[in-house]
């Protein structure tokens, strides 16, 4: 059974830098497509970034060139970098994993494994 785990959550000022990391435990990363999601008090949950089986990444346009999805297969973790934050990007931050190495540059849109979250909040 596979389980995915967030960490590097906290809080941030606007303008600010955050990391999270997505460990991943079960599965060959190498053959999964990894999402990061966000959802914000009262409102829907939101895909922010995606990276496929080949490495392809997509971002949400609300945070296209400020944060950035990074795969490392050989330690088993997905890093989000998060820079230039604002206060819209508050919200528990979550991974979800899914193996789609028959679409190597597709994100999937169901996902098998999802993580418990982690806190981020930007605000002065």
């Known amino acids: 059974q596979g389980q995915v785990v967030e960490s590097g959550g906290g809080s941030a000022q606007p303008g600010g830098s955050l990391r999270l990391s997505c460990s991943t435990y079960?599965?060959?990363?190498?053959?999964?497509?990894i999402g990061w999601f966000r959802q914000a008090p009262g409102k829907q949950r939101e895909r922010v970034a995606c990276v496929t089986t080949d490495h392809t990444t997509y971002y949400a346009d609300s945070v296209k060139g400020r944060f950035t999805i990074g795969k490392d297969n050989a330690a088993n973790v997905v890093h989000l970098e998060m820079s230039s934050l604002k206060p819209d990007d508050t919200g528990l931050y979550f991974c979800?994993?899914?193996?789609?190495?028959?679409?190597?540059?597709?994100?999937?849109?169901?996902?098998?494994?999802w993580g418990r979250g982690t806190q981020v909040t930007v605000s002065s």
């Open positions: 979800a994993a899914t193996d789609y190495s028959r679409r190597p540059s597709t994100c999937p849109k169901v996902y098998d494994y």
């Open positions: 079960g599965f060959t990363l190498n053959y999964y497509a």
